[in-house]
């Protein structure tokens, strides 16, 4: 990596947004406007990256961050039916949540 600037070996910031391959930061983001301009500019550097994702290191990573994701994926909806049999239990409106879409009936029965 010795033709990284060495403004950008300083950052880890922005080397974890290359390497997780950020293409865009959400606006409350202190570099969003940066990265907006020049993450482009960053990207022939994930090349000199890629002999990293070899390293047993990260593929012990790469394997826990697929279980987590596995693991999150099982949760949402069991804690969504979770969610809605509590507003049913105390007679509270479901309110929808992002990106959950429509609020649905799961059939849960009322626990009194």
């Not at 940066?34 to 022939?44: I, S």
Request: net charge negative; hydrophobic share 40%.
């Amino acid at each position: 990596m010795d033709s990284v600037p060495a403004a950008l070996k300083r950052s880890e910031v922005e080397l974890t947004y290359l390497i997780n391959r950020a293409s865009t930061l959400p606006r409350h983001y202190t570099l969003h406007k940066f990265w907006a301009d020049f993450a482009g500019e960053f990207q022939h550097f994930i090349a000199e990256l890629e002999p990293y994702k070899h390293r047993p290191s990260f593929l012990v990573l790469e394997e826990a961050a697929q279980e987590l994701d596995r693991v999150a994926r099982q949760l949402s909806p069991e804690l969504e039916d979770y969610r809605l049999s509590l507003c049913r239990a105390y007679d509270i409106p479901a309110a929808p949540v992002a990106g959950l879409g429509p609020v649905e009936d799961t059939g849960v029965p009322l626990t009194n």
